[in-house]
Nanobody, 125 residues
Framework: QVQLVESGGGSVQSGGSLRLSCAAS????????MAWFRQAPGKEREGVAV???????FVADSVKGRFTISQDNAENTLYLQMNGLKPEDTGMYYC???????????????????WGQGTQVTVSS
């Protein structure tokens, strides 16, 4: 089993920054791939960024150049640095993991097995 707890969300103005954290615990074998997703009201959950333990990372085109995913394996923590925030970035942000390596396929939420409860990000114009 895996436990994931997100933090760091909040309300910021357009152009601002936030750093999300995801504290992970449980079986490391089930956390080979880690990802951030977001979901705005009335919209489907979408993949934002993915990283695997072998160091490969990917970000969605909608956030490329603004968001950075990283992880601290020693602290079992996943991060999402979000700069240049826009109102369309508003939503609930979730951390997810899976024991498989899936690369950009991990942008499909159906492939991630473990999920946190989410942290809200609100960007005002």
């Amino acid at each position: 089993q895996v436990q994931l707890v997100e933090s760091g969300g909040g309300s910021v103005q357009s152009g601002g920054s936030l750093r999300l954290s995801c504290a992970a615990s449980g079986d490391r074998r089930l956390r080979f791939s880690m990802a951030w997703f977001r979901q705005a009201p009335g919209k489907e959950r979408e993949g934002v960024a993915v990283i695997s333990r072998d160091g490969r990372s990917f970000v969605a085109d909608s956030v490329k150049g603004r968001f950075t995913i990283s992880q601290d394996n020693a602290e079992n923590t996943l991060y999402l640095q979000m700069n240049g925030l826009k109102p369309e970035d508003t939503g609930m942000y979730y951390c997810a993991s899976d024991g498989r390596t899936c690369g950009t396929a991990c942008f499909n939420p159906a492939l991630l097995h473990y999920w946190g409860q989410g942290t809200q990000v609100t960007v005002s114009s």
